[in-house]
């Protein structure tokens, strides 16, 4: 009994080792995505692309940086036009949940906390911010 116990714990710190190790590879795949790309500030990123626009400048960098943490990818590396299928989509043949699926949930409270309606999840993230801070 005393060697069925110590195999079946050996095996499940096999296990969560293994999956610890998936897990930093995931990561790290995913943020050698955007490793080539410049590093842009949140305010830079408003400032190219949304200065001429009337979405509020402060909230516009508040969500930007709050979806970076979310993504777990640095919020400089990110674009307006990043896709969530495409740049942002999860790393293939990980065995659990991306980080899309947190961020569908932030957006969906973000979009019932402003009186939004969000029938369709956004296709990029510039689509994401401006439905969120855009008119109702």
Do not use: H
């Not at 509020?56 to 990043?82: A, N, Q, T, Y």
């Amino acid at each position: 009994m005393i060697g069925f116990v110590f195999i079946a714990s050996l095996a499940i710190i096999w296990l969560a080792y293994a999956a610890w190790k998936i897990e930093s590879r995931r990561l790290i795949e995913k943020r050698q995505r955007f490793s080539a790309r410049d590093e842009l500030s949140p305010q830079m990123i408003f400032s190219k692309y949304y200065g001429s626009s009337n979405l509020d400048s402060v909230e516009f960098c508040c969500l930007w940086r709050e979806i970076g943490e979310i993504l777990k990818v640095d919020c400089k590396k990110l674009r307006p036009d990043d896709r969530f299928d495409l740049e942002l989509a999860p790393v293939k043949w990980s065995f659990n949940e991306d980080e899309i699926a947190d961020l569908t949930d932030w957006f969906e409270r973000q979009a019932l906390q402003r009186g939004i309606g969000c029938k369709e999840f956004p296709k990029t993230i510039g689509e994401m911010i401006c439905r969120l801070l855009g008119p109702s």
